[in-house]
T-cell receptor, first 110, second 111 residues
Framework: GQQVMQIPQYQHVQEGEDFTTYCNSSTTLSNIQWYKQRPGGHPVFLIQLVKSGEVKKQKRLTFQFGEAKKNSSLHITATQTTDVGTYFC??????????FGTGTRLTIIP | NAGVTQTPKFQVLKTGQSMTLQCAQDMNHEYMSWYRQDPGMGLRLIHY???????DQGEVPNGYNVSRSTTEDFPLRLLSAAPSQTSVYFC??????????FGSGTRLTVV
């Protein structure tokens, strides 16, 4: 089945710096979803991207879906301590069999 | 709405024991899934269901059974627990073509 590779595995940033995580697939994706998991918590759905080249924003978070629908990125502007956690991308045809990337763990240095 | 409710929150089993992890949702979601998450790792799909009476295998189904007799409930059965099944188990549900809502998880230790 399709697999998505997520990079980097870890990212440590100073508070106020920007952060980006990337998901890459060798095959075309029907859609991609992004989740955030706080330490000790459960994953929380952030957004779904469906269209080629789609860009969506949620406050300081910007999500992009590549033109070829083989990659996606999540960018956080001016990180805050509340952004700490692991960010996962996930993909599946429709919403069946949703599989997750390996995640990027973000830590913030105050 | 309670969302997705998982019970128990913690469980310790001896090798070879069987048990059922319960999952219930009150959002009338069609899709339900079970994931396991090992320390420092991502989520791996165990089994999923697209509606009552329909289940299918995910990435790591061996040693687990599921059934979906109602829209609300999706229990996960461990047939004969092994130490390799020590993990955090998450149940999740969704409407078609929308993000999943996750339960708070069951932390399982097999000794």
């Amino acid at each position: 089945g399709q697999q998505v590779m997520q990079i980097p595995q870890y990212q440590h940033v100073q508070e106020g710096e920007d952060f980006t995580t990337y998901c890459n697939s060798s095959t075309t994706l029907s859609n991609i979803q992004w989740y955030k998991q706080r330490p000790g918590g459960h994953p929380v759905f952030l957004i779904q991207l469906v269209k080629s080249g789609e860009v969506k924003k949620q406050k300081r978070l910007t999500f992009q879906f590549g033109e070829a629908k083989k990659n996606s990125s999540l960018h956080i502007t001016a990180t805050q301590t509340t952004d700490v956690g692991t960010y996962f991308c996930a993909q599946g045809r429709g919403n069946e069999k949703l599989t997750f990337g390996t995640g990027t763990r973000l830590t913030i240095i105050p | 709405n309670a969302g997705v409710t998982q019970t128990p929150k913690f469980q310790v089993l001896k090798t070879g024991q069987s048990m059922t992890l319960q999952c219930a949702q009150d959002m009338n979601h069609e899709y339900m899934s079970w994931y396991r998450q090992d320390p420092g790792m991502g989520l791996r799909l165990i089994h999923y269901s697209v509606g009552a009476g329909i289940t299918d295998q995910g990435e790591v189904p061996n040693g687990y059974n599921v059934s979906r007799s109602t829209t609300e409930d999706f229990p996960l059965r461990l047939l004969s627990a092994a130490p390799s099944q020590t993990s955090v188990y998450f149940c999740a549900s969704s409407y078609r073509n929308y993000g999943y809502t996750f339960g708070s998880g069951t932390r399982l230790t097999v000794v």
